[in-house]
């Protein structure tokens, strides 16, 4: 008996902590146009974040799979600085604020070019993207 309520235990346990795992979204990878060393030959262009208004100084955000997770622009020396951005055809990215996707946050689908006509110039830190 003791030996049979041990092992109920033990699986109800493994059930539980396996039915509520869920792995989160990969965040986006980043390269610069013209770079060296792109990302992985599978992965597709989701997003463009730039320094500049009308998508001049950029860096490019690529991922394998949609959700694109939380990315950290602060963290790929974009702090505070994004004043023009794309979302690839299909995709509709978030920006936030904080660097962790939370705080006052803009949905951009297709092309902004200067973030000052929606009030959000020089203020987005991460993002995260999806299908639109
Ligand atoms: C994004 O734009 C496309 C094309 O205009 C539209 O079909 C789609 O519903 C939009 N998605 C969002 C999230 O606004």
């Given at each position: 008996m003791f030996k049979s309520l041990t092992l109920f235990a033990f699986l109800n346990v493994v059930f539980v902590s396996s039915s509520t795992i869920r792995s989160p979204a990969a965040a986006a990878v980043a390269s610069k146009a013209g770079a060296d060393i792109g990302p992985s030959p599978d992965a597709v262009t989701v997003f463009e974040t730039c320094i500049n208004v009308n998508i001049d100084d950029c860096l490019i955000w690529s991922a394998t799979t949609l959700p694109v997770g939380c990315t950290n622009l602060a963290a790929n020396g974009q702090t505070s600085d994004v004043s023009s951005v794309i979302s690839s055809a299909g995709v509709a990215c978030t920006l936030f604020?904080?660097?962790?996707?939370?705080?006052t946050s803009q949905i951009i689908n297709g092309t902004v070019n200067d973030l000052s006509v929606v009030g959000y110039n020089d203020i987005a830190n991460s993002f995260s993207c999806d299908s639109d």
């Amino acid at each position: 008996m003791f030996k049979s309520l041990t092992l109920f235990a033990f699986l109800n346990v493994v059930f539980v902590s396996s039915s509520t795992i869920r792995s989160p979204a990969a965040a986006a990878v980043a390269s610069k146009a013209g770079a060296d060393i792109g990302p992985s030959p599978d992965a597709v262009t989701v997003f463009e974040t730039c320094i500049n208004v009308n998508i001049d100084d950029c860096l490019i955000w690529s991922a394998t799979t949609l959700p694109v997770g939380c990315t950290n622009l602060a963290a790929n020396g974009q702090t505070s600085d994004v004043s023009s951005v794309i979302s690839s055809a299909g995709v509709a990215c978030t920006l936030f604020t904080s660097t962790t996707c939370t705080g006052t946050s803009q949905i951009i689908n297709g092309t902004v070019n200067d973030l000052s006509v929606v009030g959000y110039n020089d203020i987005a830190n991460s993002f995260s993207c999806d299908s639109d």
